[in-house]
């Protein structure tokens, strides 16, 4: 792994740069009550080089946004459409590696096999740079207990990481590499005290962690070996806020709707989600799963069980959104901990 090394003000005249490069620089800032936001700041200064903790959303938003068109109707009665096409160029400068890695797996949703030409045409004109963590984002957070952090292992163009006299700086695409060959003269080869510096911050961050056994997780429920009460519990504690689905950066289900006015509008699709009663209603106002308790129960299904059997991987990155938001007090890590025998 070839690592190079950038002091903070050379990191702020390269991000001057990239940002000539680009319609959007998309990276975290601080707004109301110093939450972090990821927000475009090409035309501004308000970006943070480094920040503690993590963003209250994910830069998922930016790339399966909560509503976004599809097509214009432009006749409905003679099923007139043209696609709305979305060909900015941004730059996600920040992100944290279990982002990175949630990016990686909504990757394979939308352009494996069956693939989202809306989806690729963001991520083909993306550029990603990651930003290790040196401390846990949060008392809630276990990224390193899914695999997913404190450093990214894919998926990111660039990555760095904070030391005390600037920034690690590894490569991960050709995109990046480019961006290092335009800039070299901002770039230094890293010295070994700062690889060490890298080594104690990762062991820090490991000790007395470990990792969570999520291929078994996976297999109890799908030998369906969690208890009916464990359901029940959390049928009850479930108000359907929907905050878990709305932050959680690897959720990527849809509805499509029609918006029309007279014959002509807009073809849109919206972030849809499995608490909901109605997300699996059928035609003739059939539903599968008619029990609250049901309808939460496919979140759970979906990122610790499916997934593992699609993807290889829990589509659970450890970010902990999903249990900060919860009013209902419901925790995925609990019941990970809880089917494993491992709490």
Request: hydrophobic content about 35%; some cysteine; charged content about 30%.
């Amino acid at each position: 792994m070839k690592l190079l090394f950038i002091t903070k003000e050379n990191l702020k005249i390269l991000i001057c740069e990239l940002k000539k490069t680009c319609d959007e620089f998309i990276a975290p800032k601080k707004e109301h009550l110093d939450d972090i936001v990821f927000a475009d700041t090409k035309d501004g200064d308000g970006q943070l080089l480094g920040y503690d903790g993590n963003s209250v959303i994910s830069p998922r938003a930016f790339l399966l946004p909560q509503t976004e068109p599809l097509f214009e109707i432009k006749s409905a009665e003679d099923c007139g459409f043209s696609t709305i096409e979305d060909k900015k160029k941004r730059i996600f400068y920040g992100v944290r590696p279990c982002d990175i890695k949630a990016l990686m797996l909504m990757r394979k949703f939308f352009l494996d096999g069956f693939v989202d030409e809306f989806y690729k045409e963001k991520i083909n004109n993306s550029m990603f740079i990651a930003l290790a963590c040196t401390k846990r984002c949060s008392k809630g957070s276990f990224c390193y207990e899914m695999n997913a952090g404190p450093q990214a292992k894919e998926g990111f163009d660039l990555q760095l990481v904070a030391l005390s006299k600037g920034y690690l700086v590894e490569l991960g695409s050709k995109k990046g590499r480019q961006i290092v060959k335009k800039n070299n003269k901002l770039f230094t080869k890293a010295i070994p005290l700062y690889v060490k510096e890298l080594k104690e911050i990762l062991r820090d961050f490991t000790k007395k962690a470990k990792r969570i056994d999520y291929e078994k997780v996976a297999k109890i429920m799908r030998q369906d070996r969690v208890k009916e009460s464990v359901w029940d519990d959390i049928g009850l504690r479930c108000v359907v806020c929907s905050g878990c689905i709305t932050l959680c950066p690897t959720c990527s289900c849809f509805s499509i709707a029609d918006r029309l006015n007279g014959d002509k509008g807009i073809r849109f699709r919206y972030c849809d989600g499995c608490p909901y009663a109605g997300f699996t209603r059928m035609a003739g106002d059939n539903m599968p799963e008619s029990l609250h308790k049901d309808h939460i129960r496919r979140f759970f299904e979906h990122k610790l069980n499916l997934d593992v059997e699609r993807y290889g991987t829990s589509s659970c990155v450890g970010c902990a959104r999903c249990i900060q938001t919860c009013p209902g007090n419901i925790s995925i890590k609990k019941f990970m901990e809880k089917v494993t025998g491992s709490a």
